[in-house]
């Protein structure tokens, strides 16, 4: 469904903005402006002064990101390049350990490395500069999506409504509403929530925090990485307990989910390496992940089951550091 929206989407931006397509062209022929979603911005202070409200709003200067599917990539280029960082590294160890020999052979490394993913929040697309709300609402509207409704309630800030059947069981219908706030400049920000019946399902928070370091958090993962000259050279993270009865949908007593406004760090100036581990002590972390330089060291749980009972068990004992 999300491919077939995001085709869609792209028709209809298309089409509605076809009429000044033209203006458009000659504008970009004579001030060279070249947006991207690359990591490099520059400060933008009549955005940054601008406090009335705007449904679209702009930047004047060169390579500025000026709309919520851009600062959405921007993060999103990060998270990749981290993801991708981290997998490359637990190859090539896996690779030199499968060529040794003997009892003193390593270990291979296995762990599924994909943190702050949320399939929701890949709507952040249809927020391009330039989309009409009347665009996006059918957009959702040409995906199936009924009762639809798209607003502009703040400044920088869309809140989407729409009724959706639920995976399973389509009888079963569900009001969902998302809320995509974003900040531009310098040091873009971005904080994406999903309610379902009025209840948070998921949340995204990207926070700039100066000196080429970003804050990033979802519900089970928090992380500082350190991005520049397009490359990942430094990373904390902290991977929770997601511990869940499927058949019930309750958690157990060690997983304990970051929760939205409580740890919000959208407000917060004290962003540190503590902050990514401060729920240490209450024994949810699965896994963590230090990158620094061309090491990295995983450290964590190893996860069991208990085949009469059905639980999982989590022992301590994972931990590796892996030399690029």
């Not at 949810?284 to 190893?302: D, H, M, P």
Request: net charge negative.
């Amino acid at each position: 469904m999300k491919k077939t929206a995001l085709i869609l989407i792209a028709a209809l931006m298309l089409l509605s903005l076809c009429s000044c397509g033209a203006a458009k062209n000659e504008a970009s022929a004579q001030d060279n402006t070249q947006q991207s979603a690359e990591p490099n911005v520059t400060t933008t202070p009549d955005a940054a002064e601008d406090n009335q409200p705007s449904p679209e709003p702009k930047q004047e200067k060169e390579d500025a990101i000026d709309a919520v599917d851009e600062v959405y990539a921007y993060y999103d280029g990060i998270v990749e390049l981290l993801i991708e960082r981290v997998d490359a590294m637990a190859e090539a160890y896996n690779a030199k350990a499968a060529a040794q020999e003997g009892e003193d052979r390593p270990e291979p490394v296995s762990f599924f490395y994909l943190p702050f993913f949320d399939i929701e929040s890949v709507d952040a697309v249809y927020f391009a500069d330039g989309t009409s709300l009347d665009t996006i609402k059918s957009a959702y509207e040409i995906s199936g999506y009924e009762n639809v409704s798209v607003e502009n309630t703040d400044y920088n800030e869309y809140t989407v409504c729409y009724d959706a059947p639920d995976y399973e069981d389509e009888s079963i219908v569900y009001r969902m509403k998302k809320v995509f706030k974003a900040v531009y400049g310098d040091e873009p920000c971005l904080s994406f929530c999903c309610y379902k019946d009025d209840t948070l399902d998921s949340f995204l928070e990207y926070k700039a925090l100066g000196n080429d370091r970003y804050a990033l958090m979802d519900m089970s993962n928090r992380a500082i990485v350190s991005y520049k000259d397009g490359a990942v050279t430094e990373a904390l993270h902290a991977e929770n307990i997601y511990d869940k009865d499927w058949e019930t949908g309750t958690l157990s007593a060690r997983t304990v989910l970051n929760s939205y406004p409580a740890d919000s760090i959208w407000e917060r100036s004290d962003i540190s390496e503590d902050w990514v581990t401060e729920q240490e002590s209450q024994g949810c972390i699965y896994r963590l992940y230090k990158l620094s330089g061309s090491t990295l060291t995983v450290t964590g749980l190893n996860e069991g089951y208990d085949y009469d009972t059905g639980d999982t068990i989590y022992t301590p004992g994972y931990s590796v550091t892996i030399e690029e």
